[in-house]
């Protein structure tokens, strides 16, 4: 039996389990005008640069060669709030945006241009389909009034991982701005913001960096956004403005920032770069390829296919061989001290695993062990309620 007061491992696309080290971190309060505490921000925001143009860390040409062409914006709020951000500032009264969906992320996108006001398209595709290629092509060669193109990197709905670097070659061949919604995958993996030309990268604190919520970020084009002064269709989430205090003002942010979110991040961040983008992708991958092996052996099912699938979430088909219902199985998991995530895909009955934060393959052991004893027990249940009403 576990005590809800004990600590229970997130097993969510964020915010999740972070390590102690991160958590012990925020034990100080910050001055946010204090030297000390801007000194902090612009490390961090150097370093997301750093992870953004060298995420495996062995090519410092590279990332001398570009350090100034990128700059990272800190902005508060969830995630969400730097999607908001970056569209509202980055699309202009002429401008028309092109939104790739595959998911409730790429929907949100459409919901903020909507809300916004924003000129825009929305080329929506089912959420258990991947991203259309060739209508992409068509669609931007037959409209040469795109100016910037949207998609989610891992749509975190499915798990499933779109093919960025493909679809900014037809991007970039349209002359379009390249916007990502990195959020749950960004120091997942490597991404090369200079190799992919990535005009906006949009990530948050809670994700893969393994941080604490409270803010998102974006690494941004410096060309790009330089030009944006008074294009935002809100006052406190104007991605230019944000950008022009931190950088006149040394790490200054407009409004209150979230002190101790910052220095837990500037911790995670530290963690990530012991471990490494490729370390961390690895044991990511381990968590999820022994989550999906030992959860078929039990009758569950994934929903994507293992090469669209990435390493962070995955959704799970409800298994057909009993009578199963989510809430009973969310709650005796939460008992062993684990806890997953409801489905988010319209049309068919799902639930999802994160792999990411601070869990390792043991676990991912652990929790097989649990479902294992939840399904027997459930099964054992239903085949004995079934021989009371025979009775
Ligand atoms: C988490 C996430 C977001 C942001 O969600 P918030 O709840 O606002 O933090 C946006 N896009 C994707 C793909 C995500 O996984």
């Known amino acids: 039996m576990h005590d809800t007061q004990e600590h229970y491992l997130l097993l969510t696309p964020g915010p999740l389990t972070t390590s102690d080290t991160v958590r012990q971190s925020m034990l100080k309060d910050w001055c946010t005008w204090d030297d000390d505490y801007n000194q902090l921000v612009q490390s961090v925001r150097r370093d997301l640069v750093r992870l953004a143009l060298n995420p495996q860390g062995d090519s410092a040409a590279a990332e001398a060669q570009h350090d100034n062409a990128y700059t990272a914006v800190l902005m508060q709020g969830s995630g969400t709030a730097s999607v908001e951000a970056t569209l509202g500032t980055a699309i202009g009264p ?31 595709h089912n959420e258990l389909d991947e991203i259309n290629l060739e209508r992409l092509t068509q669609t931007l060669a037959s409209d040469p009034s795109f100016s910037h193109v949207c998609v989610v990197h891992c749509e975190t709905t499915t798990g499933r991982l779109n093919p960025i670097a ?29 190799q992919l030309d990535i005009d906006f990268l949009v990530s948050s604190a809670n994700k893969c960096i393994q941080g604490v919520p409270g803010f998102g970020f974006v690494i941004a084009k410096r060309s790009a956004l330089e030009p944006l002064a008074g294009r935002a269709r809100s006052l406190s989430l104007d991605l230019h403005a944000q950008w022009r205090t931190m950088e006149d003002q040394n790490g200054k942010w407009r409004f209150t920032s979230p002190t101790h979110v910052v220095r837990a991040f500037r911790q995670a961040l530290d963690e990530l770069f012991v471990e490494g983008v490729n370390g961390r992708l ?41 009578a199963f219902e989510f809430k009973p199985f969310y709650q005796a998991l939460k008992q062993h001290g684990f806890v997953i995530y409801p489905g988010k895909v319209s049309n068919a009955d799902c639930f999802r695993i994160g792999t990411i934060g601070e869990v390792y393959p043991a676990d991912i052991a652990r929790l097989l062990s649990a479902i294992e004893q939840t399904v027997a027990a459930t099964v054992a249940g239903t085949a004995n309620a079934t021989k009371g009403t025979q009775a």
Do not use: W
């Open 166 to 194: 493909d679809i900014g070659h037809i991007v970039k061949a349209h002359n379009c701005q390249f916007i990502v919604d990195a959020m749950s995958s960004f120091g997942g993996l490597p991404i090369q913001v200079d």
């Open 282 to 322: 690895q044991r990511y991958r381990d968590n999820q390829s022994s989550l999906v092996a030992g959860m078929a052996k039990l009758g569950f099912n994934a929903m994507v296919d293992e090469c669209h699938q990435s390493p962070f979430i995955t959704s799970f088909f409800y298994p057909e061989h009993f």
């Open 94 to 124: 002429d401008d028309k945006l092109l939104i790739l969906s595959n998911g409730a992320y790429g929907q949100r996108m459409a919901e903020i241009a909507r809300y916004l006001g924003l000129n825009h398209q929305l080329q929506e």
